[in-house]
């Protein structure tokens, strides 16, 4: 049977297979904050997933496709996630989000004494070294990156 | 590999075969590094020092082997001044010192400043240190003291002892030797030992370090004593500052249980993790190590700026 925790929506996206516990970082990047909610969404956290055996968290925005930027930022946090575009309740288009292997803008590096934290004109880049969680090291100071989802741009 | 043009910004940059590469034509150097013979394939090339911080022994090691190789040398540590004080980026001062000179020799506060300076600059720079970052050089010269003195770093048991937390340098000479089929022994306090990261590091490349506070235990079969600083400010008291000191300086007595060719080397300057009366024994290298830093710089200088010996 197929359960729906949240209403069916007419237009917008669903963001599935999001590694439990992560929706909230997720909301972050989607830029929800209190004056900054243009549309319904829908949060699921921790729901059993059919997939994979185990839990995911769900979010559900109506009115709004994402940014390819946005996209990748969630791969950041949630590698195994699931884009899902829903057009007149339809599900117009499915895609996984992506991770890199190396990954330029999207976050800052975590290191204060970092150069790239000192108003230099380049943006941060890192190389993912692991990807479940994922893991970056920035290509300048060498140090991995602590909690992305603070330091995400 | 082919050296010429290229930074120098990491000793994680570089392969076995290339380290080898840069260590055989250091041998190759020794004789024009201590004035025995004259040559100069880089006459009229032009290093320029860019130190945002005080570190007078790099610098003029610098120095000294671009001239021992015919390079005239310009320091231009006053431009790091506007850098600072009228707020000018590092990528800009780099533009600027890129048009006055063939390579840039950086020393720098901030970490991934060299590698953000090899971006900017057209030239070759290498990295002379960039705060907690790395120090290439010191590297190269470290393994060249070892591959000099015992012929090669395969199979030696090698003792780092101090403070092997915080020391960007001794983390990536670890690494190196790891690379090279060194064993390793890590002898800290608990609160300085090597971090995770670099032992997991170092356990990829097939090394399985031995970790322990005590220095006396494992002396015994060390082959190469390699001495780090323990600063002060790593200790919020300094009666544990006293005590871990003592612990780990090193005098004849201890060096008593050594073998007879173990060697002792230091990055310099030391405060008293060595005892003076070490000095006069065949075990002190310290100062040995220091001179090759004269042949390492000089060799790559020469590769970057494609000179021919
Ligand atoms: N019209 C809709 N409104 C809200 N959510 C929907 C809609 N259509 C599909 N979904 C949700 O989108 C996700 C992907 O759907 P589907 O491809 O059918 O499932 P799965 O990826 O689990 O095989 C599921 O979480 C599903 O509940
Ligand atoms: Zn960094």
Redesign the interface.
């Given at each position: 049977m197929k359960e729906f925790k949240i209403a069916p929506i007419r237009n917008g996206t669903v963001i599935d297979h999001i590694a439990a516990g992560q929706a909230l970082n997720v909301l972050k990047i989607l830029g929800v904050n209190e004056s900054n909610i243009g549309s319904t969404i829908s949060v699921a956290i921790r729901v059993q997933s059919k997939k994979e055996m185990g839990w995911k968290d769900v979010i559900k925005v109506e009115d709004r496709e994402l940014d390819p930027a946005t996209v990748d930022k969630i791969a950041l946090i949630a590698p195994d996630a699931t884009i899902v575009i829903i057009r007149d309740y339809y599900i117009a288009e499915k895609f996984n989000v992506a991770l890199a292997d190396h990954i330029t803008g999207l976050a800052r590096c975590s290191n204060p004494d970092c150069i790239t934290n000192k108003g230099e004109p380049v943006e941060p880049e890192f190389d993912v070294v692991n990807r479940r969680p994922p893991t970056l090291k920035c290509s300048y100071c060498d140090r991995i990156l602590t909690r992305i989802s603070d330091n995400l741009l | 590999m082919d050296f010429y043009d290229k930074d120098i910004v990491?000793i994680?940059d570089f392969t076995r075969d290339e380290i080898e590469q840069i260590l055989d034509l250091s041998e190759v150097m020794i004789p024009y590094a201590n004035g025995d013979k004259v040559k100069r394939p880089l006459d009229g090339r032009i290093l320029g020092n860019l130190f945002f911080e005080p570190s007078t022994r790099t610098k003029l090691s610098f120095e000294s082997a671009a001239l021992r190789l015919g390079a005239e040398v310009i320091d231009v540590s006053q431009m790091s001044m506007t850098s600072i004080s009228k707020g000018e980026?590092?990528?800009d001062t780099i533009r600027m010192v890129d048009t006055y000179c063939d390579v840039i020799v950086l020393r720098?506060?901030?970490?991934?400043?060299a590698?953000?300076a090899a971006?900017f600059s057209i030239n070759p720079v290498i990295n002379a240190g960039?705060?907690?970052?790395?120090h290439p050089t010191q590297t190269l010269l470290d393994l060249f003291t070892m591959r000099r003195e015992k012929g090669s770093i395969d199979g030696l048991n090698i003792v780092l002892v101090g403070d092997l937390k915080y020391g960007r340098t001794v983390h990536s000479l670890a690494d190196a030797l790891a690379m090279f089929g060194a064993r390793l022994t890590f002898v800290a306090p608990e609160s300085l030992q090597m971090p995770e990261?670099t032992v997991r590091h170092i356990g990829e490349r097939g090394c399985s370090p031995r970790k322990t506070d005590c220095l006396e235990e494992v002396i015994d079969d060390a082959d190469v004593l390699y001495v780090t600083r323990i600063q002060k400010e790593r200790f919020p008291d300094p009666d544990e500052y006293q005590k871990v000191a003592g612990m780990y300086r090193v005098d004849n007595a201890m060096l008593r249980e050594a073998k007879s060719d173990l060697i002792v080397m230091h990055p310099l300057p030391r405060i008293d993790e060595i005892a003076p009366e070490v000095d006069r024994t065949p075990h002190a290298k310290y100062f040995d190590q220091a001179f090759n830093g004269i042949p390492v710089r000089m060799a790559l200088l020469c590769a970057v700026l494609g000179g021919k010996m």
């Open positions: - | 990491s994680r980026t590092l990528a720098h506060p901030h970490e991934g400043a590698r953000l971006k960039d705060g907690a970052g790395s990261d």
